[in-house]
């Protein structure tokens, strides 16, 4: 036992030293530091509040039942914008697609240089019925409360955070722009898209078309999806701006299985319901294998910051990765940005409780993991429930998107300009898990990224499509002179 300890002590303080010195050396500061180079001219801020607080009342919603859409609404909020903005209708081209959706451009001073695309959506997401008394103030009523001293106060209503608080933002600082005679250096193209929170198809798939007719090519493409989060990234005291380089793929897996029907007093040894509850039990028990891809590349950028444990883990993956990996997939919020994750959404049986079902019905909602693909996803869904009785199809099939640079020009301006404005903010790339836009643009530049100029907490985070959706006034402020900043820099 002795000789056993003599080997064994020494090999354990040389492991212990090999992990310091990593802990110690593997990271280092990443963060590009602050250097503003524009003077950000005063808002008008009470005038830009009315301004989002109409667009707020607008109730431009978009449903999975395109008969529901009130199409008017569209053209009422396209004629809000021209009234709110009118020197970006005088001096940009506007172009309408597909009917509702905007796109302008705003000529640069070089056109040797690719263009920059800047995207947001008009449409929002309905308010359930069952919860619109649960508001503190009215959803579509774009109150302001708290307001008149500069910065200070709140904006309620659906459509704040997600997405006519950025979209409105973005207008806000091309006007403020033109209104300083300032030209960008190269051309800027902002596009709007009408249905993106029913997939974007008839929008933003169609603007995205467009360009490649017109041979435009992008030097980088920002969209909504990122965020600056406050202690939701355990380790880091200071927040975080979290700039998405890729986003998730989804897909509807169909599951269906019939049977014959009968009598519930004469039933077989398993009804349809049955086999098909053993099949998504099957697949809640075999989820897809996880990977730290994505979260070694957000700790990459702002590892220098952590605290002491999750460096010392981190800089060791060869080997903690196992210890990582199942501490995350044991938290569902934190697992879903490591793999493919399987939800079980959708159920359907007999329409009487007495009486066997002669088919059974689910879905499964899966978010694609990069590196799967939509068939990859139902192979191994095939696979996992191995029982020919279940028929497996889909809908709704989106691959996920690639993955863009954080070398680029278009991730280090996004970087620089979140510094420019708070020194304080790390900012590192992340793997959006919804969906946006930005997917569809792929075909006209390979820098896309994800990002808005607003606070995330677990708090916040609640109220995006849910009760309360809200930002506050020195959010929007800030997300003005983000974007301001941005399209000086380019």
């Known amino acids: 036992m002795k000789k056993i300890l003599t080997l064994i002590i020494p090999l354990v303080v040389l492991l212990a030293v090999i992990m310091l010195l990593r802990t110690s050396f593997t990271f280092e500061d990443k963060q590009l530091v602050s250097t503003p180079s524009t003077t950000i001219p005063t808002i008008d801020e009470p005038h830009a509040l009315q301004r989002l607080s109409k667009a707020i009342q ?41 009917q509702h959706s905007l796109v302008f451009h705003i000529a640069g001073k070089d056109a040797s240089l690719k263009p920059a695309l800047f995207l947001a959506h008009m449409d929002v997401v309905p308010v359930d019925e069952n919860t ?13 409360t708290g307001a008149g001293v500069a910065g200070q106060g709140t904006i309620w209503g659906r459509g704040t955070m997600d997405d006519k608080g950025g979209l409105m933002a973005l207008m806000e600082s091309v006007e403020l722009m033109l209104k300083n005679n300032i030209q960008p250096n190269r051309d800027i193209y902002l596009a709007f898209g009408h249905d993106e929170e029913v997939g974007g198809l008839e929008g933003a798939a169609k603007i995205a078309q467009h360009f490649k007719q017109q041979n435009i090519e992008f030097e980088f493409v920002l969209d909504e999806g990122g965020a600056i989060t406050q202690g939701l990234m355990q380790g ?3 927040p975080v701006a979290l700039v998405g380089i890729a986003e998730k793929g989804y897909v509807n897996i169909h599951l269906n299985v019939d049977a014959d029907g009968g009598h519930a007093s004469q039933p077989p040894k398993q009804t349809a319901v049955g086999i098909l509850s053993q099949a998504i039990v099957n697949l809640e028990q075999n989820p897809f294998p996880a990977s730290l891809e994505f979260t070694k590349l957000t700790f990459e950028a702002i590892g220098n910051e952590a605290a002491f444990t999750p460096k010392l883990m981190m800089s060791n993956l060869w080997l903690t990765s196992p210890l990582i990996k199942s501490a995350l997939m044991g938290k569902s919020k934190l697992a879903a940005s490591l793999h493919t994750t399987m939800a079980a959404t959708m159920v359907s049986g007999s329409s009487k409780s007495n009486i066997l079902p002669t088919q059974a019905n689910g879905v499964v909602n899966a978010r694609i993991f990069p590196g799967e693909t939509w068939e990859t996803v139902k192979l191994r869904i095939e696979k996992v429930i191995d029982d020919p009785r279940v028929t497996v199809t ?13 070398d680029s020009f278009g991730f280090r301006l996004i970087a620089q300009s979140i510094r420019d404005l708070d020194e304080q903010i790390l900012v590192a790339p992340y793997l959006v898990q919804g969906g946006t836009d930005s997917k569809y643009f792929y075909k006209v530049s390979a820098n896309v990224y994800r990002f808005l100029m607003i606070r995330a907490s677990r708090s916040t985070l609640k109220r995006l499509h849910g009760i309360d959706e809200q930002i506050t006034v020195s959010e929007y402020m800030d997300t003005i002179r983000f974007y301001y900043q941005i399209l000086n820099r380019v």
């Not at 395109?66 to 081209?93: E, G």
């Not at 619109?132 to 302001?144: D, L, N, S, V």
């Open 394 to 406: 889909t809908t709704k099939n989106v691959n996920p998107s690639p993955v863009s640079s954080v």
């Open 58 to 98: 607008i109730k431009t919603i978009s449903y999975d039942e395109s008969a529901k859409v009130d199409k008017q609404t569209f053209l009422q909020f396209h004629q809000h914008l021209a009234q709110s903005f009118p020197l970006i209708h005088q001096q940009a081209r506007k172009q309408v697609i597909n």
């Open 132 to 144: 619109r008394a649960k508001w503190t103030h009215a959803p579509f009523a774009g109150e302001i």
């Open 236 to 238: 880091f005291d200071r």
